[in-house]
């Protein structure tokens, strides 16, 4: 089990990060440059490949340190997996090695290869922290993350970018985009990436990722978009209370007209949630990404 941290543990002093979010229908890219510490935003281009939106990307850099990829989910192999124990000396602090028994309780995941292992995040009595290690305290909750992919399929991802600079790090873009609602949301969130022809949803509650799912419908079969949605919410198997935010991003062209339809939605009645939730179109935190579509590519850089 790995502890968190970045992609990339050894970040050069003068980072140039590529971000490529794959996608069924092409590649969408965004470029980021070191300044004093801080990743800024360098241009942005989508193309059918990530060599061809690269050729298209404004201000390239004459040399990529680090790159990421986004990889659909579908054909992933996930678990989101909370540990909780009560530790018998709270006044000490949690040591690396303790998170690292804890997280070996967690059984094998299923899958060729395993890519990508995060923690998504921890509670130490309660309150919620993406780093334990060298806090104080009695009742711990690790919220571990892992995805394993056939190997031709990351084989593949590799051969998409190994122009473009070093060894990627590849990441399920649906993960990062939870991990991006969730500062936004930390009672939770329902979060939904719509494009044209599918959609991946990822559900946060209290602090945890409950899980992640996909369908191949978006929004150009938008009359069908609602039957997928509540296939794929019970899918999810959550139980309890749910979260009362909704948010809509992606590359979909009518993610107003679907938040529309979203409105009429008898959410009360299709899962366990105590009122009608807040539908919104999410928007990047970055300025200079500032399209739903651009969602994706401002979560990956942020796992980067």
Known sequence: MKLPGKLFKQQPSSRHLLVVQLKAAGARLAYF?????????????????????????????AHITDVVVGLPFRSLIDASTVVRYRRSAPQTKISEDEVKNALEQIPPLAGEEIFFEDLFNAKVDGLTTLEPVERMGEVIELNYYQASAPKSLLGGAREHVKKLGGEPGIVPSAYA???????????????????????????????????????????????????????????????????????????????EEIRSEMLAYPWTKKVNMMNFPKIEVLHPLSVNLSL?????????????
Not at 40 to 58: C, W
């Open 292 to 304: 739903p579509a651009d969602v994706g590519l401002n979560a990956l850089s942020l796992l980067g």
């Open 33 to 61: 440059h070191d300044d004093q510490g801080e990743l800024l935003f360098g241009g942005n281009a989508a193309a059918t490949s990530a060599e061809e939106a690269y050729a298209l990307l404004p201000n390239k850099p």
């Open 177 to 255: 985009i939870a991990k991006l609602s969730a500062q936004s949301a930390p009672k939770g969130a329902l979060t939904l990436e719509i494009d044209q022809h599918s959609t991946e949803i990822s559900l946060t509650s209290e602090g945890h990722l409950v899980g992640i799912k996909s369908f191949d419908i978006g929004g150009d079969q938008k009359e069908f978009f609602l039957a997928a949605l509540e296939a794929a919410t019970e899918e999810l198997g959550h139980t309890e209370l749910w979260p009362e935010s909704v948010y809509l991003c992606g590359s979909a062209t009518n993610l």
